[in-house]
């Protein structure tokens, strides 16, 4: 193995969307260096944790069909039945929704729970309460995506948080997108909500861990499937 495969596999990829954020935090160390040196050092810390903000590392999505993976990295904060937002006309009937809130150290590049057609994208101003907040699946700013394949449709939606200002969302209705691939994106700690099929019994519970295209949370055939082991990247 050449020295550069060896520190391309060491190293997690950075998202496009954070190089603008780590150059000016490397151009702001920089300048406030030149003033006074230890911010410079601090400048650079920053940097450094914008850097690891924004990583996307390669994940191993299980390509089994009937399955439902976490579209986010972090914990599991809500499970339970509830009625989906508006906006995603899913109607007025509770649905089982699993919640999984991202805190400022978690990835935060989202994967699509399921593989099919994106039926719909639906945007909502609103606020920026604590993401953990069960009130904020109604409140907050918030992008709902409709997934379909075949007669299943998956309700997803990204959900900003208290300090979380921008929610980017990479499809468009009309595409289709396989399970496990990115769709999206918030910055800075934030939660996204899965909505289920009715009759589906979710295979996670509050406070499990989850890691974005690899934890299954649902398995549409009613069998039981293994999660992958948690890993921290």
Known sequence: ??????????FVPIHREGWPFIAIAGVAAIILGWFWDPLFWI???????????????????????????????????????????????????????????MNVFNCHVNRAPIGGRVARVAYKAGKFLNAELDKASEDNERNGLIIETGDTRIGVVQIAGLVARRIVCFVREGENVGMGERFGLIRFGSRLDVYLPVGTVPKVAIGQTMIAGESVIADLRGEQIAAPVTRVN
């Open 43 to 101: 400048g650079l810390i920053v940097t450094g944790w914008t850097c690891y903000f924004f990583r996307d590392p390669p994940r191993v999505t299980p390509m089994i069909e009937g399955i439902v993976v976490s579209p986010a990295d972090g914990t599991v904060s809500h499970v339970g039945m509830a009625v989906p937002p508006k906006e995603l006309d899913f109607g007025d009937d509770p649905l089982m929704r699993v919640s999984v809130f």
């Open 1 to 10: 193995m050449s020295l550069a495969d060896t520190i391309s596999k060491t």
